[in-house]
């Protein structure tokens, strides 16, 4: 199994990222996918998830209204939409894959760096 995660990149305070997390090596369709980042200096936070199958989505409230995910069964892929970006959300994020969409993600991505500049 393997998680690509792409789309980071340096993005001024206001604009907006899209990051793609490209999965294969299995068929994912009873797996939730989620999405977490690691800023400098603090513990790995939970971003949002979504269940392959059903595309039912789920955010750490602090995300909810400026993230977005969505996935596209044909590709694979699974998206974070960021918009309203600000300098704190600037970190790395990563894709992950939770099997039978329970609690305990077995498959990591590389990450991707974001950054917000103020």
């Known amino acids: 199994v393997q998680l690509q995660a792409s789309g980071g990149g340096l993005v001024q305070t206001g604009g907006s990222l899209r990051l793609s997390c490209a999965a294969s090596?299995?068929?994912?369709?009873?797996?939730?996918m989620g999405w977490f980042r690691e800023a400098p200096g603090k513990a790995r936070e939970f971003v949002g998830r979504?269940?392959?199958?059903?595309?039912?989505?789920y955010y750490e409230d602090s995300m909810k209204g400026r993230f977005t995910i969505s996935r596209d069964n044909a590709k694979n892929t699974v998206y974070l939409q960021m918009n309203s970006l600000k300098p704190e959300d600037t970190a790395v994020y990563y894709c992950?894959?939770?099997?039978?969409?329970?609690?305990?993600?077995?498959?990591w991505g590389q990450g991707t760096q974001v950054t917000v500049s103020s």
């Open positions: 979504i269940y392959w199958s059903s595309g039912m989505t």
């Open positions: 090596g299995r068929t994912f369709s009873d797996y939730a």
């Open positions: 992950a894959a939770a099997p039978t969409g329970g609690p305990t993600y077995d498959y």
